[in-house]
């Protein structure tokens, strides 16, 4: 925000600038009679060290040895600049700007590209506020500053927005890993998993586990340029267990036309942005069979029970209610209708199976990447991995259609899966 900010006198975090007033709603009623500045300390030793309410000490790690206030406001970076990573730096920006708790300055990490004309794309975003490539037409807003360099862009940040393709967030943490310092939040947009040796990977799992920090996750249905564009529509914040910091994550992306809700099952919310894009890649076959509407419907709601049905097998903890939020049923009903795995995965369909995926990824997105197809593969390895295959139907298909062992229209072929009662 751009006012300035008092002296500095509390511990400052994202949390307490965004609500002083929040935390004592959380207080157990056994503490009220201690001084704020007690409640802290006792309050954190007793919290293990990723848990989100360390955010709160987040100020005193930026407090130097006189205990002056070297800075009280929160600093924003966002790992990404793709279509999505634009729409995310213009709603942060925006908000940024708006709120006294932090600098309005928004660092937004680029994967350096040049253009044809020759000039780095950074450059171009510095000078026109508009990503060329991946969203151009689009004021980002003027606070919002391109970075190529990974470990300078988030070197001041307390809050990191990760959003990029999911096949790049592995090598992306590895080079983070040990320059993330001092008390720092983090947020995944990026829809997809790692599958290792030992299983699934949730990403927002890879960026705790690699950089030693809490992360939470913000998924929903949200094709980017429409929200680029300022149409209304609706988000969910999965969040582990301090409300607080959840509360912090909506009011930097909420605005009147992106809505969003805080759940508290980082786990659920996640599992649907991921696996809804292997629904989209059934759906864009049926598109280019013509199979029709119902056949449509019919594979939505077949792909949402298994969204549910696997999210659940994996996270006992998943809530039912998850799949009824924006991240869950709305985000299966947007991507089957206008995303891009929908639409290449039609292409694919309409070209018999005979064009591979890159090639048509290639073609038709100007650089943008597909998460659906490397989701299909990363579902079956873990299917197969525990000996789940035949409860997934929808899922296995897809895979084994996406890597030319099935014809597309085999997307409609249950005859032989029955009704699974554990599903
Ligand atoms: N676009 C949407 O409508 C949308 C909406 C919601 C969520 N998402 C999710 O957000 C995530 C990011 O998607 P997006 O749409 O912003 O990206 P995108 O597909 O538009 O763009 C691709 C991005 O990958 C970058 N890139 C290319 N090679 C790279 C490399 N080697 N290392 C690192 N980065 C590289 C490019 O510079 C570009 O920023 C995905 O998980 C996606 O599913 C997208
Ligand atoms: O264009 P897609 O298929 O990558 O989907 C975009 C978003 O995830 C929709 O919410």
């Known amino acids: 925000g751009n006012r300035s900010h008092p002296t500095c006198r509390l511990s400052q975090s994202p949390i307490l600038h965004a609500n002083p007033f929040l935390i004592l709603?959380?207080?157990?009623?056994?503490?009220?009679?201690?001084?704020?500045?007690?409640?802290?300390?006792?309050?954190?030793?007793?919290d293990s060290p990723l848990?989100?309410?360390?955010?709160?000490?987040?100020?005193?790690?930026?407090?130097?040895?006189?205990?002056?206030?070297?800075?009280?406001?929160?600093?924003?970076?966002?790992?990404?600049?793709?279509?999505?990573g634009s729409v995310a730096a213009k709603l942060v920006a925006s908000n940024a700007l708006k709120l006294p708790?932090?600098?309005?300055?928004?660092?937004?990490?680029?994967?350096?590209?040049?253009?044809?004309?020759?000039?780095?794309?950074?450059d171009v975003i510095n000078k026109t506020n508009e990503n060329a490539n991946y969203l151009p037409g689009i004021k980002l807003g003027r606070n919002v500053v391109a970075d190529p360099d990974l470990e300078n862009a988030v070197?001041?940040?307390?809050?990191?927005?990760?959003?990029?393709?999911?096949?790049f967030m592995?090598?992306?943490?590895?080079?983070?890993?040990?320059?993330?310092?001092?008390?720092?939040?983090?947020?995944?947009?990026?829809?997809?998993?790692?599958?290792?040796?030992?299983?699934?990977?949730?990403?927002?799992?890879?960026?705790?586990?690699?950089?030693?920090i809490n992360c939470s996750v913000l998924m929903g249905a949200n094709i980017a340029n429409e929200i680029a564009v300022e149409k209304f529509s609706e988000a969910t914040v999965g969040y582990r267990e301090s409300r607080e910091i959840a509360d912090t994550w909506v009011q930097l992306f909420s605005t009147p036309y992106f809505m969003v809700t805080p759940v508290r099952d980082v786990e659920g919310v996640e599992l649907c942005g991921t696996l809804k894009n292997v629904v989209a890649i059934a759906a864009g076959f049926v598109d280019g069979l013509e199979m029709g509407n119902n056949t449509k419907a019919a594979i939505m709601r077949i792909g949402l029970r298994e969204m549910k049905a696997l999210s659940k097998l994996l996270f006992p903890s998943v809530k039912d209610s998850t799949f009824?939020?924006?991240?869950?049923?709305?985000?299966?009903?947007?991507?089957?209708?206008?995303?891009?795995?929908?639409?290449?995965?039609?292409?694919?369909?309409?070209?018999?199976?005979?064009r591979s995926f890159d090639e048509l990824e290639a073609e038709m997105l100007e650089g943008q990447k597909l998460q659906g197809v490397s989701t299909a593969r990363e579902v079956y390895e873990a299917l197969n991995h525990r000996g789940w295959m035949e409860m997934f139907p929808l899922f296995s298909t897809v895979h084994q259609i996406c890597i030319g062992r099935l014809k597309p229209d085999a997307i409609v072929n249950y005859r032989n899966f029955g009704p699974n009662p554990k599903l």
């Not at 930026?62 to 929160?74: H, L, T, V, Y």
Request: net charge positive; glycine share 10%.
């Open 25 to 46: 709603s959380y207080l157990p009623p056994s503490l009220f009679s201690f001084s704020f500045s007690s409640f802290s300390l006792s309050y954190l030793s007793l």
């Open 51 to 84: 848990s989100p309410v360390s955010a709160m000490s987040h100020a005193k790690s930026r407090e130097d040895a006189n205990g002056e206030c070297r800075d009280s406001k929160s600093r924003v970076t966002i790992v990404g600049s793709g279509s999505w």
């Open 101 to 122: 708790s932090f600098h309005d300055e928004v660092r937004m990490w680029v994967f350096e590209e040049v253009l044809p004309n020759g000039e780095k794309l950074t």
């Open 155 to 167: 070197k001041e940040a307390n809050m990191l927005v990760f959003v990029t393709p999911h096949q």
């Open 170 to 212: 592995d090598g992306i943490c590895k080079k983070l890993k040990g320059k993330i310092k001092g008390e720092v939040e983090a947020i995944s947009l990026v829809k997809g998993m790692e599958v290792k040796k030992e299983g699934p990977c949730m990403i927002s799992n890879l960026i705790s586990k690699e950089l030693g």
């Open 324 to 354: 009824f939020e924006s991240c869950g049923v709305a985000d299966v009903i947007t991507t089957c209708l206008g995303g891009r795995n929908r639409r290449v995965a039609e292409a694919f369909a309409q070209s018999g199976g005979k």
